[in-house]
T-cell receptor
């Protein structure tokens, strides 16, 4: 399968714990995006990478969230000191030069 | 703030009917507009990408049009099938860096 891959698919954690999600984009795509989606809403932009450079970050993203893309390949999204309000689906997407977004299946986070 | 609105929020049609989903956006200077479908609990599947210089795109039974001057796009689905039941989302980008999504139209096709 050569699509966008996300891991884990589901994560249940207790409030205050740290969690990390991984995204493997389509190999030839140099752009990578993280979005968050809650029930009944459209995806909300979190951050964007071009190769290894993080070029844009949502002002809504608190300092508990950090994302990396070492060597311009896979990316990780870490949430520190999770809160119940962080419960959501975390979606990763990649795109080629045309700008068409291709999404993974998402990582669903439940914070108890 | 860039806003994307999708109307209706939900739509139910009998199998075989043709239907139109609507997407409107506040700023006409878009770079790309993309339509997606999302099945419950799943990620988004790309349906059609319309670049700013294009007026429409077609893929099989789907046709998407773009009217930048009026800030609108439509997704036309011909001869709907039960397998088309899903939530349909549109997204716009002005720079290619950040996409703004609507809240989607939930489509149910009744056999």
């Amino acid at each position: 399968d050569t699509g966008v891959s996300q891991d884990p698919r589901h994560k249940i954690t207790k409030r205050g714990q740290n969690v990390t999600f991984r995204c493997d984009p389509i190999s030839e795509h140099n752009r990578l995006y993280w979005y968050r989606q809650t029930l009944g809403q459209g995806p909300e932009f979190l951050t964007y990478f071009q190769n290894e450079a993080q070029l844009e970050k949502s002002r809504l993203l608190s300092d508990r969230f950090s994302a990396e893309r070492p060597k311009g390949s896979f990316s990780t999204l870490e949430i520190q000191r999770t809160e119940q309000g962080d419960s959501a689906m975390y979606l990763c997407a990649s795109s080629p030069i045309t700008g068409e977004l291709f999404f993974g299946e998402g990582s669903r986070l439940t914070v108890l | 703030k860039q806003e994307v609105t999708q109307i209706p929020a939900a739509l139910s049609v009998p199998e075989g009917e043709n239907l139109v989903l609507n997407c409107s956006f506040t700023d006409s200077a878009i770079y790309n507009l993309q339509w997606f479908r999302q099945d419950p609990g799943k990620g988004l599947t790309s349906l059609l990408l319309i670049q700013s210089s294009q007026r429409e795109q077609t893929s099989g039974r789907l046709n998407a049009s773009l009217d930048k001057s009026s800030g609108r796009s439509t997704l036309y689905i011909a001869a709907s099938q039960p397998g088309d039941s899903a939530t349909y989302l549109c997204a716009v980008t002005y720079t290619g860096n950040q996409f703004y999504f609507g809240t989607g139209t939930s489509l149910t096709v009744i056999p």
